[in-house]
Nanobody, 123 residues
Framework: VQLQASGGGLVQAGGSLRLSCAAP????????MGWFRQAPGKEREFVAS????????LYGDNVQGRFTISRDFAQSTAYLQMNSLKPEDAAVYYC?????????????????WGQGTLVTVSS
């Protein structure tokens, strides 16, 4: 299963980016989807997740109020709108499809992963 993550890039602190993750419909339509990030030398960190029907979203403490996760069922795509970016948000962002309809915050809750997209935030 291949997930295609895109939308990363270089942005100034305070700016915005929107990440996209296209997943095969047969894999994602009944499953939650999520975003994680990993900075150099750090563990992979939970960012956000959204349930199979889009009705429930979870956020990591570090992004609550600044990031918004959504999904487009017709396009089998999940999005991560990132506003008020900070230098500490810089990382490789990974999208993933969860094992179940309602997601968790742990890496082990997900069984399909994208290749990652790099977000760089300049101060």
């Amino acid at each position: 299963v291949q997930l295609q993550a895109s939308g990363g890039g270089l942005v100034q602190a305070g700016g915005s980016l929107r990440l996209s993750c296209a997943a095969p419909r047969r894999t994602s339509s009944n499953n939650a989807m999520g975003w994680f990030r990993q900075a150099p030398g750090k563990e992979r960190e939970f960012v956000a997740s959204i349930s199979w029907n889009g009705g429930t979203a979870l956020y990591g403490d570090n992004v609550q109020g600044r990031f918004t996760i959504s999904r487009d069922f017709a396009q089998s795509t999940a999005y991560l709108q990132m506003n008020s970016l900070k230098p500490e948000d810089a990382a490789v962002y990974y999208c993933a499809v969860a094992r179940r309809s309602y997601s968790g915050r742990e890496v082990t809750d997900y069984n399909y992963w994208g290749q990652g997209t790099l977000v760089t935030v300049s101060s």
